[in-house]
């Protein structure tokens, strides 16, 4: 998902993007330490739309100060 996005969603959408992409990023995390992922590239994919979420909403919380 792009940043932009990102952007036009709400806070509570990201929110909640940000809870499922965890959830999803730790069932990886699991499955990578109990046998082999298909697609080990998911990992990075699932670290960078976290970081990416993250960054927008500390941009939207520096903007409201």
Known sequence: M?????????VDQLFALLAETQEHSFRLKI????????A?????????LIARILTI?????????
Not at 2 to 9: I, P, T, Y
Not at 31 to 38: F, I, N, T, Y
Not at 57 to 65: G, L
């Open 2 to 10: 792009k940043a932009s996005e990102l952007r036009q969603m709400s």
């Open 31 to 38: 499955q990578a330490r109990m046998e082999k992922l298909d």
């Open 40 to 48: 080990p590239s998911e990992l990075k994919k699932s670290r960078r």
């Open 57 to 65: 909403q500390n941009e939207r919380s520096q903007n409201k100060s």
